[in-house]
């Protein structure tokens, strides 16, 4: 079935965050909401907390992050909660580009000791951030309504195996199609 959805989203490169900080950031926004309330939410963070180039605004830097205050965050739109992790996150003694260096499974491990990174989280922080082949974020909502509607199943943790070693790839050419294609 994955054969004709590459055919017909032919040249589709999967976005990737090179930036380790603004993927997790990015993650936890999106976190149990509609990706346009948490692209509403991050451009406000962007906003507040950006560096101005011209008349755009790069990602807070981690190090601006960790001197604001979860208030902040929430006057922005974020729940009390994520504004939590998001500053605790800035604040962590984790070291976010060695993580790059490690086998998936450790990445794992260290992102979800993190208060609000779970699972989810660090599926994509694999697949988006770090690009690995095998990433597979069975947890996300959308790559199940996809695997339901081309495959028929419901528990995407059934095909992972089918499309390793290419599981990432693959659960983007779903997302994708799921969006644009007709059914």
Known sequence: MLGPLVVALEGLRPPLAP??????????????????????????LIQAFGEP????????????????EPAELVALGFSRRKADYVVGLARADLDLEGLAALPDDDVKARLVALPGIGEWTADWFLARHLARPTAWPAGDLGLRKAVLRFYGETDPRTLEEHFSPFANL??????VALRVLPE
């Not at 180039?53 to 604001?68: M, S, T």
């Not at 693959?170 to 997302?175: E, K, M, V």
């Open 19 to 44: 930036d380790p900080f603004e993927a997790l950031v990015t993650s936890i926004t999106a976190q149990q909401i509609s990706l346009v309330a948490a692209f509403s939410i991050r451009n406000r």
């Open 53 to 68: 180039a011209g008349r755009a605004y790069g990602f807070p830097r981690r190090e601006r992050l960790a001197l604001a």
């Open 170 to 175: 693959a659960a983007h050419y779903l997302l």
